[in-house]
């Protein structure tokens, strides 16, 4: 007998997951083999759907389209009964052990919730490359680095953290260059040593423009300036944190606004768990995918301890008995006996 869509109130879910993206959907993969009453709550807009092909994700050699990744993960938490839902929810509070949710469609009641809903990475203020994002243009040297091997590359920034980008993208290119977009250098005398030491070059003029073409950029027009070949850009203008939801219910948060979690991705909040890149985890769909999971263990153990000391165990226990076998039958035939 599987537990009904929520034993004790029919109204409030055992978990909701806010977010379907990798994380999301990974736990509730979990949850769902886990038999418990799970939502997913998705708006749709997963960074996942991004990249045309992951080729670092276990299991795929050659690659696999993050669009299909999310597919596959929508179809594989259906097959053991999650509900996917489509909407984005606007504000939560809780009310005592009960957490309210309200969606732009909707107004959702849960017992656990998870967030899961990822991050944005700000675009470079450049105009017209927002159509080569995840095609010429990129976030993550460790998504993506390997890709651009002896290309020529532009790290788009004038930070500390571009310098140690354009350092680290030495690994995979010797052709990589720092353009500040028309930014007064911010980096430390340290990093301008290194910029030195390495012999980086470094532009500072305003990009005016981006030759590209099917998504494939060309060159960087710079103001007053001839164009300069270009093959990949980076950017790394920071990122904004999906964390409005925790924030709103008291959850501590680092210096850079991501959730703060524990190992079993339980926020400082009672109830209240969080996983990928909105936490404080590199910000890759394996790590994503194994935090959704480990918080749907967290949350099926803590709803397992809250069943045993409410007796709602108990009570299911009562509904077992009433209905099903418990008992596994004697067989009617003698067992044969062996012989040597
Ligand atoms: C261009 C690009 C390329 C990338 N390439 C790679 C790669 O090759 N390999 C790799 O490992 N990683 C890659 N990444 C990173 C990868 O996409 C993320 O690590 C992964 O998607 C994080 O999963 P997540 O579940 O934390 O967030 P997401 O997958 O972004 O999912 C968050 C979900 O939450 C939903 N959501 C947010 N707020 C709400 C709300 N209030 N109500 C309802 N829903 C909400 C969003 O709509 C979204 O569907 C890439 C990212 C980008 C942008």
Not at 115 to 141: D, Q, R, Y
Not at 266 to 287: D, K, S
Request: proline content about 4%; some cysteine; overall charge positive.
């Amino acid at each position: 007998m599987k537990r009904p869509a929520h034993f004790e109130d029919p109204n409030t879910r055992e978990v909701i997951v806010v977010g379907g993206g990798i994380a999301g959907l990974s736990a509730a993969i979990y949850l769902g083999r886990a038999q418990r009453d799970v939502v997913v709550i998705d708006s749709g807009h997963s960074m996942a759907k991004w990249e045309p092909v992951v080729q670092n994700y276990l299991g795929f050699p050659n690659g696999v389209g993050g669009e299909e990744l999310l597919k596959n993960g929508r179809s594989q938490a259906r097959r053991y009964e999650a509900r996917i839902v489509c909407d984005e929810i606007k504000t939560v509070s809780a009310r005592k052990s009960i957490f309210v949710l309200k969606g732009k469609r909707k107004t959702y009641r849960t017992k656990r919730l998870l967030v899961a809903t990822g991050i944005f990475h700000l675009p470079p203020e450049i105009p017209g490359v927002k159509e080569c994002l995840g095609h010429s243009m990129f976030f993550c040297k460790d998504c993506d680095g390997y890709r651009v091997r002896g290309k020529r590359i532009a790290i788009i920034g004038a930070t500390n953290e571009a310098v140690e980008y354009a350092l680290g993208m030495l690994d995979y290119s010797a052709c990589v260059v720092v353009a500040t977009n028309g930014r007064e250098p911010q980096w430390d005398k340290k990093h301008a040593r290194w910029l030195a030491e390495y012999e980086i070059p470094v532009a500072v003029k305003r990009i005016r423009d981006v030759d590209h073409r099917k998504r494939k950029i060309h060159a960087l027009e710079f103001a007053g300036e001839k164009s300069v070949r270009i093959d990949y850009i980076f950017t790394t203008r920071g990122d904004i944190f999906h964390n409005q939801l925790a924030k709103k219910l008291g959850a501590r948060l680092d210096s850079d606004g991501q959730i703060k979690v524990d190992q079993c991705m339980r926020t400082t909040v009672p109830r209240l768990y969080a996983a990928g890149c909105v936490t404080p985890a590199n910000c890759q769909m394996i790590i994503a995918a194994g935090q959704g999971a480990a918080a749907a263990q967290a949350i099926n153990r803590d709803l397992f301890e809250e069943s045993l000391a409410s007796h709602s165990l108990r009570r299911f226990r009562d509904a077992q008995l009433a209905d099903d076998k418990t008992v596994p039958e004697v067989s009617k035939t003698k067992p044969k006996r062996r012989t040597r």
